[in-house]
């Protein structure tokens, strides 16, 4: 993932896209700000799963930006954040469609024999490590009561 962001910086400087190189700075910024309190901790820096983790995390604080900027009535500043989220999803995996999605919630239920409501989060759990960031969870997890009801 790191090899991407720097790609997709490089090419965001060449075409002169001010907005995508800082959020791309930014975004670099946070994952030496991680490796290095991973360092601290004695370990050697973080991989491409903490990595996701935090372009998650950094989409999630937009999000919520959104909603503020918006609540007081500063629609500029919201549409910027909107352009963040867009260019730090364009980092993360494609997300599932609407039957892809279904189908890999039969297959997690069938492969780990979920047969009942108490189940959903055994499935969940396996949905989330199989397809992490691919999918909304909040749907899937309709989807999979449905399928256990």
Same mark, same amino acid.
């Given at each position: 993932?790191?090899? !991407?962001?720097?790609?997709?910086?490089?090419?965001?400087?060449?075409?002169?896209?001010? @907005? @995508?190189? $800082?959020? &791309?700075?930014?975004?670099?910024?946070?994952?030496?700000?991680?490796?290095?309190? =991973?360092?601290?901790?004695?370990? !050697?820096?973080?991989? *491409? #799963?903490?990595?996701? *983790?935090?372009?998650?995390?950094?989409? !999630?604080?937009?999000?919520?930006?959104? +909603?503020?900027?918006?609540?007081?009535?500063?629609?500029?500043?919201?549409?910027?954040?909107? !352009?963040?989220? =867009?260019?730090?999803? +364009?980092?993360? %995996?494609?997300?599932?469609?609407?039957?892809?999605?279904?189908? =890999?919630? =039969?297959? /997690? /239920?069938?492969?780990?024999?979920?047969?009942?409501?108490?189940?959903?989060?055994?499935?969940?759990?396996? &949905?989330?490590?199989?397809? %992490?960031?691919?999918?909304?969870?909040? @749907?899937?997890? $309709? /989807? /999979?009561?449905?399928?256990? #009801?």
């Amino acid at each position: 993932m790191r090899d !991407e962001i720097n790609k997709a910086l490089k090419c965001a400087v060449n075409d002169q896209d001010k @907005r @995508r190189a $800082c959020t &791309l700075r930014l975004i670099q910024a946070a994952i030496k700000d991680r490796d290095q309190a =991973a360092r601290d901790r004695g370990e !050697e820096g973080i991989g *491409d #799963r903490e990595v996701f *983790d935090l372009l998650l995390k950094m989409i !999630e604080q937009r999000r919520e930006s959104v +909603s503020n900027f918006e609540a007081s009535g500063r629609i500029d500043l919201a549409e910027q954040e909107r !352009e963040e989220i =867009a260019i730090i999803r +364009s980092l993360l %995996p494609a997300q599932l469609d609407e039957i892809a999605m279904r189908s =890999a919630c =039969a297959e /997690v /239920v069938e492969d780990i024999g979920a047969n009942g409501l108490r189940d959903v989060g055994r499935t969940m759990t396996a &949905l989330k490590q199989r397809y %992490p960031g691919q999918m909304d969870f909040g @749907r899937a997890s $309709c /989807v /999979v009561k449905d399928l256990l #009801r």
